[in-house]
């Protein structure tokens, strides 16, 4: 199932997939494999990884109440106008890492050209090497991490300007 | 003992008095007003007497209705928590003369204390250091610098008429005296059309401590060591804590003295609490003495192991203290920080609301004084306080420990709370090092607003996860990848998170 999230006038797009206690969740360009359960009302328990994520969620009468890692969120599920759409797009550049890891190799520097599809970073977690690719034409604004550095799940790897005109 | 009380309160404090008469078998008696009907204190009474109109003159603040209340209900004592009715000398005068015991002070003396000016003449007489000011007639500046130079420097020039800062001159010396004491007296006469000042010795980080009394109707007093209760946010406390960092046991010994002097003075009685001012230099102030149980009582219970509120029903029935001062000691260290129903981003907005989930952290040496639930409306009517949570370790940076932790856990969904802000305040580098004077959160944190990062990755999935177990449709088949070059494609079938 799609669904759109809205906090604080953002959209996030999501997919998820469920199969038993299993869910696929794809968010940014990225997947994530988790195990919940629901151990009681709201209550959810999340294993990611190595990691767990624990979370109370409750709806109120518009609006959905998030609390996880001692934060509150308020999110609306939302069904996409075009316009919003349009929005989101805007957003494609920012490149989360979908892993707590290591950065063993970054292929590029700031103010460099890229093509949709080159490698720009590699992350190593888990005894696995994870790419982080282009995910169109353009240039890069902003390399926020360095070999060797330790980055975690959800930070911003690159900002890419997108080309316009291609 | 009392047979059966009421408690003039709503929120924590009714429920926390409550509960203390259930362990001494006293029956009790709650009030609420139309909107408490559900509340805790309201349900957790033996009897509860509807007070009608939610607005306070009409409910909490109506004496004649309490008092009418407590005589239909046959209860020989009523307990005015804090707020409200506590500090109204005319309630207690009321409860007197219809027989009632009122669980605090004689009326007289929350008068006398609840006038400022003749607090501070009274302490003055009695020996305990009040902050040396002149409030006389004689205006002419010759008068004026001579009164200043006698004070001591640096001094405050206020307008007596004054606020918002306007006509109001901080002098570090002599030389520039005379000229501020003018300009002040120009910005008042143009300001509030009136060139009175008034001189008091400024005090330079400044700490708020305060000394916990008790004193049975027999004379005798005690102190329970102090609060620091620096951390306020407009004028009022948000975190507290005891022992202070910055107190010696020298100057606990001689401020706990000058707080049993300051009760004796005055010939008080019950549970008080006297307010110092702490300057950067340790030289020690009574601002005022507050003639009722404390919101932050707990943290003073947690280290002593004395029941404050219980003492209260003992004292107002005629016991005498079995404490005495010699006695008492203090283990470890204990913190409080209220929750309240605000927008920290806000300048500190309440907020209102449904309460649609609410979920306490517990462990060890972890309480919650709280008056709220899952599903309780948030009015307008009230304080915006919603519970308070209280903490006790072996030293200061285990509790900070604990309490940063506690608020991690703690969940209040559907209304603004300040538990964010709270653990930022907790975890700021001069808050830990115990660098804290009542202007810690305007020196730090002045025009403060969450971070707008927007969701976490952590709450995307979690939403993900809550609405797939909550739909109706379970999709089976995974969707088809519809972008051909999604990173996902380099990498095979590995994918992130548990093994398959």
Same mark, same amino acid.
């Given at each position: 199932?799609?669904?759109?999230?809205?906090?604080?006038?953002? @959209?996030?797009?999501?997919?998820?997939?469920?199969?038993?206690?299993?869910?696929?969740?794809?968010?940014?360009?990225? &997947?994530?494999?988790?195990?919940?359960?629901?151990?009681?009302?709201?209550?959810?328990?999340?294993?990611?990884?190595?990691?767990?994520?624990?979370?109370?969620?409750?709806?109120?009468?518009?609006?959905?109440?998030?609390?996880?890692?001692?934060?509150?969120?308020?999110?609306?599920? !939302?069904?996409?106008?075009?316009?919003?759409?349009?929005?989101?797009?805007?957003?494609?550049? +920012?490149?989360?890492?979908?892993?707590?890891?290591?950065?063993?190799?970054?292929?590029?520097?700031?103010? #460099?050209?890229?093509?949709?599809?080159?490698?720009?970073?590699?992350?190593?977690?888990?005894?696995?090497?994870?790419?982080?690719?282009?995910?169109?034409?353009?240039?890069?604004?902003?390399?926020?991490?360095?070999?060797?550095?330790?980055?975690?799940?959800?930070?911003?790897?690159?900002?890419?300007?997108?080309?316009?005109?291609? | 003992?009392?047979?059966?009380?009421?408690?003039?309160?709503?929120?924590?404090?009714?429920?926390?008095?409550?509960?203390?008469?259930?362990?001494?078998?006293?029956?009790? @008696?709650?009030?609420?007003?139309?909107?408490?009907?559900?509340?805790?204190?309201?349900?957790?009474?033996?009897?509860?007497?509807?007070?009608?109109?939610?607005?306070?003159?009409?409910?909490?603040?109506?004496?004649?209705?309490?008092?009418?209340?407590? %005589?239909?209900?046959?209860?020989?004592?009523?307990?005015? *928590?804090?707020?409200?009715?506590?500090?109204?000398?005319?309630?207690?005068?009321?409860?007197?003369?219809?027989?009632?015991?009122?669980?605090?002070?004689?009326?007289?003396?929350?008068?006398?204390?609840? #006038?400022?000016?003749?607090?501070?003449?009274?302490?003055?007489?009695?020996?305990?250091?009040?902050?040396?000011?002149?409030?006389?007639?004689?205006?002419?500046?010759?008068?004026?610098?001579?009164?200043?130079?006698?004070?001591?420097?640096?001094?405050? !020039?206020?307008?007596?008429? *004054?606020?918002?800062?306007?006509?109001?001159?901080?002098?570090?010396?002599?030389?520039?005296?005379?000229?501020?004491?003018?300009?002040?007296?120009?910005?008042?006469?143009?300001?509030?059309?009136?060139?009175?000042?008034?001189?008091?010795?400024?005090?330079?980080?400044?700490?708020?401590?305060?000394?916990?009394?008790?004193?049975?109707?027999?004379?005798?007093?005690?102190?329970?060591?102090?609060?620091?209760?620096?951390?306020?946010?407009?004028? %009022?406390?948000?975190?507290? &804590?005891?022992?202070?960092?910055?107190?010696?046991?020298? =100057?606990?010994?001689?401020?706990?003295?000058?707080?049993?002097?300051?009760?004796?003075? !005055? +010939?008080?009685?019950?549970?008080?609490?006297?307010?110092?001012?702490?300057?950067?230099?340790?030289?020690?102030?009574?601002?005022?003495?507050?003639?009722?149980?404390?919101?932050?009582?707990?943290?003073?219970?947690?280290?002593?192991?004395? #029941? =404050?509120?219980?003492? %209260?029903?003992?004292?107002?029935?005629?016991? &005498?203290?079995?404490?005495?001062?010699?006695?008492?000691?203090?283990? *470890?260290?204990?913190?409080?920080?209220?929750?309240?129903?605000?927008?920290?981003?806000?300048?500190?907005?309440?907020?209102?609301?449904?309460?649609?989930? @609410?979920?306490?952290?517990?462990?060890?040496?972890?309480? +919650?004084?709280?008056?709220?639930?899952?599903?309780?409306?948030?009015?307008?009517?009230?304080?915006?306080?919603?519970?308070?949570?209280?903490?006790?370790?072996?030293?200061?940076?285990?509790?900070?420990?604990?309490?940063?932790?506690?608020?991690?856990?703690?969940?209040?969904?559907?209304?603004?709370?300040?538990?964010?802000?709270?653990?930022? !305040?907790?975890?700021?580098?001069?808050?830990?090092?115990?660098?804290?004077?009542?202007?810690?959160? #305007?020196?730090?944190?002045?025009?403060?607003?969450?971070?707008?990062?927007?969701?976490?990755?952590?709450?995307?999935?979690?939403?993900?996860?809550?609405?797939?177990?909550?739909?109706?449709?379970? &999709?089976?088949?995974?969707?088809?990848?519809?972008?051909?070059?999604?990173?996902?494609?380099?990498?095979?079938?590995?994918?992130?998170?548990?093994?398959?």
């Amino acid at each position: 199932m799609f669904i759109n999230y809205e906090h604080e006038n953002h @959209v996030y797009n999501v997919s998820v997939e469920r199969r038993k206690d299993l869910f696929f969740i794809t968010y940014d360009n990225a &997947e994530y494999k988790v195990k919940a359960e629901e151990i009681k009302p709201g209550h959810l328990k999340i294993k990611l990884g190595d990691r767990t994520i624990k979370s109370v969620i409750t709806k109120g009468k518009t609006d959905k109440f998030v609390f996880t890692d001692g934060n509150v969120f308020k999110v609306k599920n !939302v069904e996409l106008t075009g316009a919003r759409k349009t929005k989101i797009r805007k957003e494609e550049g +920012n490149l989360n890492s979908p892993i707590s890891g290591k950065v063993v190799n970054v292929k590029i520097k700031n103010g #460099d050209k890229v093509k949709k599809g080159d490698v720009l970073m590699i992350i190593e977690a888990m005894k696995m090497e994870y790419l982080i690719r282009a995910p169109f034409n353009g240039r890069v604004k902003k390399v926020n991490f360095k070999e060797e550095d330790q980055i975690e799940i959800g930070q911003n790897t690159v900002d890419i300007i997108k080309k316009v005109g291609t | 003992m009392f047979k059966k009380i009421l408690i003039a309160n709503r929120g924590e404090i009714a429920v926390r008095i409550i509960k203390a008469c259930q362990e001494m078998g006293i029956k009790t @008696v709650a009030v609420y007003s139309n909107v408490d009907k559900k509340a805790p204190h309201t349900q957790l009474a033996d009897e509860s007497i509807n007070l009608g109109d939610p607005t306070p003159i009409e409910s909490y603040l109506n004496i004649p209705k309490i008092i009418k209340s407590a %005589q239909d209900a046959g209860a020989d004592a009523i307990h005015p *928590g804090y707020g409200f009715l506590a500090e109204n000398p005319d309630f207690a005068q009321a409860c007197k003369s219809k027989g009632i015991k009122f669980i605090g002070p004689n009326p007289d003396v929350i008068s006398l204390m609840g #006038d400022k000016i003749a607090a501070k003449k009274t302490m003055e007489k009695a020996g305990v250091p009040v902050i040396p000011g002149y409030h006389g007639k004689n205006q002419d500046n010759a008068s004026l610098v001579k009164e200043g130079i006698k004070i001591g420097f640096p001094l405050l !020039v206020k307008a007596a008429a *004054g606020g918002g800062g306007k006509g109001m001159r901080i002098v570090h010396n002599d030389d520039v005296l005379e000229e501020s004491i003018e300009s002040a007296k120009r910005e008042s006469k143009s300001s509030f059309g009136n060139d009175i000042v008034f001189l008091e010795k400024y005090i330079e980080k400044p700490r708020h401590i305060e000394f916990q009394i008790l004193a049975d109707e027999s004379g005798n007093t005690i102190h329970l060591f102090e609060r620091e209760c620096s951390i306020q946010r407009r004028h %009022q406390k948000i975190i507290e &804590e005891t022992p202070s960092p910055i107190i010696s046991q020298e =100057l606990r010994e001689k401020m706990g003295k000058a707080a049993v002097k300051a009760a004796k003075a !005055v +010939n008080y009685y019950n549970a008080g609490t006297v307010e110092f001012m702490l300057d950067g230099n340790l030289n020690f102030f009574f601002m005022e003495m507050n003639t009722r149980l404390q919101v932050e009582h707990p943290i003073t219970e947690m280290t002593t192991g004395i #029941d =404050l509120a219980k003492w %209260q029903l003992k004292i107002a029935n005629g016991m &005498e203290l079995t404490l005495k001062q010699k006695d008492l000691i203090q283990r *470890g260290h204990a913190m409080e920080c209220r929750i309240y129903a605000e927008n920290p981003s806000k300048g500190f907005l309440p907020s209102i609301g449904t309460l649609e989930k @609410v979920d306490f952290p517990t462990g060890p040496n972890i309480r +919650n004084d709280t008056g709220i639930f899952t599903g309780m409306e948030i009015t307008p009517y009230y304080d915006p306080m919603l519970s308070k949570i209280i903490v006790s370790s072996e030293n200061r940076e285990e509790s900070i420990n604990k309490m940063i932790w506690a608020l991690s856990k703690y969940v209040i969904l559907g209304v603004t709370t300040n538990i964010s802000f709270l653990q930022k !305040v907790i975890s700021h580098k001069e808050f830990k090092k115990g660098n804290i004077t009542t202007h810690f959160i #305007d020196n730090y944190f002045k025009d403060w607003t969450i971070a707008k990062e927007g969701l976490p990755i952590n709450a995307i999935i979690a939403l993900a996860v809550y609405d797939s177990i909550h739909s109706r449709t379970q &999709e089976i088949v995974r969707y088809k990848e519809s972008d051909p070059h999604s990173p996902w494609k380099h990498v095979g079938r590995w994918r992130i998170g548990v093994e398959e």
